[in-house]
Structures are given as C-alpha cells and as structure tokens.
C-alpha cells in the first residue's frame, strides 16, 4: 500500500508541473523564451531509447508486487522452473533479477528452497538437482547398465535437458531396452549388456511357438507343480467351494417408475405438456 500512495502522489506532482508549464506556455511572450529543438543526431549514431512510460513503469512494479505477495510454493516453483531451464548456479540476487523472487526479504521462501529435495544450495548459489546426477549420452548409459533390473524413465526425465533424445539414440543403436510395466503402466529402461549376445535359430522359435498350452487352470497348476513351482491359485479349491456354498445371484429390484396421479402437487404447472397422462386418467 506505501508503494501505491508514493505512485499516486508522484503521478499528482507531474499532473501539477504539467499544469504549470501549460499556463506559462499560453502567456504573452512566451515564444521568446520557448526552448530550442534538439539538433538531429549525426549521421550513423545509434538511436536513443524509447523512454519508459509512467503507465508502464506503473504496471510493471504492481506485477512484481503480485509475485513477491504470492504464496511461498507459488514463488518457489518461479524459482524451481528458473534453475531447471537454465542448469545454471545463480546467487539470489539472480534470480531476484531474473524473476522477481526476492529470496533475502523472505525467509520462508529462502529456506524452504536451500532445503528442497530438488534444489542444491553450496551456500551461495542455488542449482537445479536431478534424482540421478547424469550429464551426457554416456553417463546415462553407464547409470542404464548398473540398473540390471531396469530404471523407470520418469527418473531420468530431468537428469539434462537432451536426456529423453540420447535416450532413444540408445534404444535405437540396441544399446537399452524401453519396455512398459504393466502394473504402472511406465516406461523401463533395461541395460542391453553387449557381453552376452544372444542368437536364436529360427528352427527353435518354432518350436517353442508350436507348444500349446493347457487351456485349463488346473492342469497348468498341475505342470508348475510337476516342475517344482507352487502356483499361486488353486483353481481345484475355488470351484469347489463354490458348488458347495454356491454362487449367490440375486435378482435386481426394479425400481417403481413414479408417474404422476391426480394426488401428486404440481409444481411446474406453466409446462402443460408435463401432464398430459394425468388428463386421461
């Protein structure tokens, strides 16, 4: 509010000064003292600046009082946003530059960041931390490969901001497998171990694709069990159980159609044709 009252009464002086220069201006005389034009600038000298206007000035300050009055996760995700572009470590009075967040003036906002899971502070700059600390083509195939077991894509998204395009030059050079996981449905990257190529004769694709499976549960319980497998589910038990208990199918309770009688109160009598039924009855 102090800042809005210092504009309002310095935008009251230049109304005066205006108001002022206009009324000696219309005096007798006046041309006399009247001030020169300025001389053209030379041939090749770079143009001034266009001046700030004061309406300008006026709605740039509010919009940078808007974000220094915001909450203190709205100003952090400014911040947050500015390191992730740039990767860059910048002071506060940075990123006070760069997007209006004035971290020294807010405490909250100062250690909420120096202490987020995303952010690394060195004690005089902040910096944008990824989950895994990659910066090339060749780091993230070393991190791919120590991960036997696969490493979920979303964790490597904001390791550098080329990761997701070396990442499909690896899937393409058959360096990494991209694979979905059908519980979450996520991408997985597995590590593509060149030690152990692998060729198989077409002869033995055949054959394991010429295998038929039993198409009943209890038969394929019974062939994990002869292997040494424990099944997870017992059909056997399950069906018997339900010929036992049986299976409860209950009928569905249509529900009455409310129609309307002569006994009903009518509320929206302006639309006739609601009752016309109730005429004929």
Not at 90 to 114: G, R, W
Not at 137 to 159: M, P
Not at 167 to 174: E, I, Q, Y
Request: proline fraction near 6%; glycine fraction near 4%; hydrophobic fraction near 35%.
């Amino acid at each position: 509010m102090a800042l809005q009252e210092q504009l309002n009464k310095f935008k009251k002086q230049q109304e005066k000064c205006q108001s002022t220069l206009t009324s000696i201006a219309s005096r007798p005389g006046s041309t006399r003292n009247a001030v020169k034009p300025m001389p053209a600038p030379p041939a090749g000298a770079r143009a001034p600046l266009p001046a700030v206007k004061f309406s300008d000035d006026t709605e740039r300050l509010k919009y940078i009082t808007g974000i220094r009055k915001a909450p203190v996760g709205a100003q952090m995700k400014r911040v947050i946003d500015l390191l992730f572009e740039t990767r860059m470590g910048l002071t506060p009075e940075q990123i006070n530059e760069a997007c209006y967040v004035d971290m020294l003036s807010n405490k909250a906002v100062f250690d909420s960041l120096a202490n987020n899971l995303k952010v690394h502070y060195d004690g005089q700059r902040f910096s944008y931390k990824s989950k895994h600390d990659v910066k090339d083509k060749n780091q993230l195939l070393k991190l791919i490969r120590s991960y036997t077991e696969g490493i979920a894509v979303i964790d490597l998204k904001d390791a550098y901001p080329t990761v997701m395009e070396d990442l499909l030059a690896l899937k393409a050079a058959g360096q990494v497998w991209l694979l979905s996981n059908f519980d979450s449905q996520e991408d997985i990257a597995y590590p593509n171990d060149p030690k152990v190529p692998i060729k198989v004769d077409d002869d033995l694709k055949q054959l394991f694709r010429s295998i038929e499976l039993p198409r009943d549960m209890i038969d394929i319980e019974k062939d994990l069990q002869k292997n040494g497998m424990k099944p997870s589910t017992n059909t056997t038990q399950r069906r018997l159980a339900a010929q036992i208990h049986g299976i409860s199918q209950k009928p569905k309770v249509k529900k009455k159609k409310h129609e309307i009688s002569k006994r009903t109160k009518l509320t929206n009598v302006h639309l006739p044709e609601l009752f016309e039924n109730l005429r004929g009855s």
